[in-house]
């Protein structure tokens, strides 16, 4: 069954560092997302991507962040200048189309702890 | 703007019993679609269902059970016959609007079922 994967699974970095998290989305899917969840708290939608653009992006996606989709099949997430804040566990997620009925589906995370 | 809470931040049971989760959600959309995701202990999000704003059919599945309520704004998900394997953090999570929509998640419910 096909599914999103990211790398790595845990991530430790020193805080001021960058760090490039990375995702494969399902190859037949148009849409893409990043959501970050810090330890034992909700899921927060971080930023969209369609068409090679940001279609939506959350408060905390500030100039910190960046996304890029470098060739057909990766799908990455940018931090720069990491802060301890930005612990969480990271997931990518990708969807077929846009339309509200859709259903994402979700990899298995990326845990960032920031020292 | 749209919310989901979910009220019950840990639930514990014993296996075979049933048991409810509880979601309770916010928008001004009249086009909404409703879903709910398990994450188990390794981390990973795993969606479950779906539901949209106009159909309030109630779904079973297996042992799972949703029940849409429109008029006082949940979609409850319930457990029968709870085994150890159900235990994890569910999540409710809405997705409103038309176009190109993020989803807004709930706090999460942690659900342990002991042997």
């Known amino acids: 069954e096909p599914e999103v994967t990211q790398t790595p699974s845990h991530q430790v970095t020193q805080m001021g560092q960058e760090v490039i998290l990375r995702c494969v989305p399902i190859s037949n899917h148009l849409y893409f997302y990043w959501y970050r969840q810090i330890l034992g708290q909700k899921v927060e939608f971080l930023v969209s991507?369609?068409?090679?653009?940001?279609?939506?992006k959350s408060e905390i996606f500030d100039d910190q962040f960046s996304v890029e989709r470098p060739d057909g099949s990766n799908f990455t997430l940018k931090i720069r200048s990491t802060k301890l804040e930005d612990s969480a566990m990271y997931f990518c997620a990708s969807s077929t189309t846009g339309n509200v009925n859709t259903e994402a589906f979700f990899g298995q995370g990326t845990r960032l702890t920031v020292v | 703007a749209q919310k989901v809470t979910q009220a019950q931040t840990e639930i514990s049971v014993v296996e075979k019993e049933d048991v409810t989760l509880d979601c309770v959600y916010e928008?001004?959309?009249?086009?909404?679609?409703l879903f709910w995701y398990k994450q188990p202990p390794s981390g990973e999000l795993v969606f479950l269902i779906r539901?949209?704003?106009?159909?309030?059919q109630n779904e079973i599945s297996g042992r799972y059970s949703w029940n849409f309520q429109k008029s006082t704004s949940s979609f409850n998900f319930t457990i029968t016959a709870s085994q150890v394997v159900d235990s994890a953090v569910y999540f409710c999570a809405l997705r409103g609007g038309t176009g190109f929509q993020k989803l807004v998640f709930g706090t999460g419910t942690r659900l342990l079922v002991s042997p």
């Open positions: 991507f369609y068409n090679n653009e940001i279609s939506e």
């Open positions: 539901r949209n704003s106009f159909d309030e």
């Open positions: 928008t001004r959309d009249t086009t909404y679609y």
